[in-house]
């Protein structure tokens, strides 16, 4: 199976950084996109932003300029590094795996169970 496990969310006043990892574990044969999302209490998932195997990003607009996702093939660990940080920033944020495992001729999504960052003001 496949594991994704999420790290670094805590408190931080405005304006403060924070950089989340998630890290992939399991039968893995090959990552096609890693991806960062977020909910805040009543609200829906957002996708906040992405990495394809290729190295393309594409960012969710109120992050850009201020968060960075970045991977690490060699340890199949993606971050977010997240700068100038709001208190409308706050929520979980949990990380997604779109891959190939296993046996499996077709990818599939994996989720981890999230991290919480919340902002100050």
């Known amino acids: 199976q496949v594991r994704l496990v999420e790290s670094g969310g805590g408190l931080v006043q405005a304006g403060g950084s924070l950089r989340l990892s998630c890290v992939a574990s399991?039968?893995?044969?090959?990552?096609?996109?890693m991806r960062w999302y977020r909910q805040a209490p009543g609200k829906q998932r957002d996708l906040v932003a992405a990495i394809s195997s290729g190295g393309s990003t594409n960012y969710e607009d109120s992050v850009k300029g201020r968060f960075t996702i970045s991977f690490d093939n060699a340890k199949n660990t993606v971050y977010l590094q997240m700068n100038s940080l709001k208190p409308e920033d706050t929520a979980v944020y949990l990380c997604?795996?779109?891959?190939?495992?296993?046996?499996?001729?077709?990818?599939?999504?994996?989720w981890g169970q999230g991290t919480q960052v919340t902002v100050s003001s």
């Open positions: 997604n795996a779109f891959l190939n495992y296993g046996f499996k001729t077709q990818p599939e999504d994996f």
């Open positions: 399991g039968s893995l044969l090959r990552i096609h996109f």
